[in-house]
């Protein structure tokens, strides 16, 4: 065992090592010992100074300080740091004919309301309507009957109905849950979703502030497609073109789940049979899940 007295600079780490030597959990060992040596091996490569240490104490504690019930700064910085995206995609291997999976992000809430196929889940909101059809398959092909689908998104402004301060959950808009039908489809309609900056009025704000770094995340709608037998699928699908996908700010854009949201005109008919008296869009997707 390494000797706890006179340490210095070097010798630390071993001796901090060696305290976790007697850890019952061997998975918790293996991450607390990697993480006190990279951890120690990073302030040794940039020489970290006793102000700079208590400046990144303070910013995490003001990170945690800003967490609530419908914030989470925390992973709004893992997401920032490319961190959420990196543990998803080693958890989250894929066939190549599986859709890819993203960031959970920061604005999901459980328990949101089950709709009936076809469903607006935007009543009543500014925005250019959006009519979604899409398909829940295995990667072979084969529809997913009875899958659980849950929507989130943004509305034309780029706000989450969570970011409203007045905001509670019998207040739910833009999200839902809905099932796949004996075809492993799934419809409903909504407002084209827009461009947004994630929170920057909090400790990630400053940091991407100070770094010089874009806030902002192209245009998508959220899903979290489950069925039994197959990995829960998290995934975003992004609006074609946009000009943020290429500098996202969490990291999170997969060619896969880049889609082509269609610009219609008025009076067209849409795919429920309705005919909207202004220009909307139609996003026609099928999701593939990955087997267990």
């Known amino acids: 065992m390494a000797t706890q007295r006179n340490l210095d600079e070097t010798t630390i780490t071993d001796a901090v090592v060696d305290q976790f030597a007697g850890t019952p959990d061997p998975r918790l060992k293996h991450i607390m010992t990697s993480l006190v040596r990279h951890l120690h091996d990073f302030a040794r490569e940039v020489n970290l100074t006793e102000d700079e240490w208590f400046q990144g104490i303070d910013f995490l504690t003001r990170t945690g300080h800003t967490c609530s019930?419908?914030?989470?700064?925390?992973?709004?910085?893992?997401?920032a740091l490319g961190l959420s995206q990196l543990v998803v995609a080693q958890n989250h291997k894929r066939a190549p004919a599986a859709t890819e999976q993203t960031v959970f992000g920061p604005f999901h809430i459980e328990g949101a309301t089950p709709?009936?196929?076809?469903?607006n889940i935007a009543e009543s909101m500014p925005g250019d309507p959006l009519f979604v059809t899409a398909q829940v398959t295995g990667i072979d092909g084969t529809p997913i009957?009875?899958?659980t689908v849950d929507v989130w998104h943004a509305d034309a402004e780029g706000f989450y109905d969570l970011q409203d301060p007045n905001w509670s959950r019998d207040e739910m808009r833009l999200r839902a849950v809905f099932q796949?039908?004996?075809d492993g489809r799934f419809s409903f309609r909504t407002i084209q979703p827009s461009a947004y900056p994630i929170p920057t009025d909090g400790p990630v704000g400053e940091m991407l502030q100070a770094t010089n770094r874009s806030a902002m995340r192209p245009a998508h709608v959220h899903f979290r497609v489950s069925a039994p037998s197959y990995d829960t699928l998290i995934t975003h699908i992004f609006v074609a073109g946009d000009r943020w996908l290429e500098s996202d700010a969490v990291f999170g854009v997969r060619s896969s789940c880049?889609?082509?949201f269609i610009r219609r005109e008025a009076n067209e008919t849409a795919p429920d049979g309705s005919k909207p008296p202004q220009p909307f869009y139609t996003l026609d997707y099928t999701f593939r899940l990955q087997p267990i």
């Open 180 to 182: 796949t039908n004996t």
């Open 145 to 147: 009957v009875g899958a």
């Open 258 to 260: 880049i889609a082509d």
């Open 115 to 119: 709709q009936p196929d076809g469903a």
């Open 69 to 79: 019930d419908t914030r989470q700064e925390f992973i709004l910085l893992s997401d």
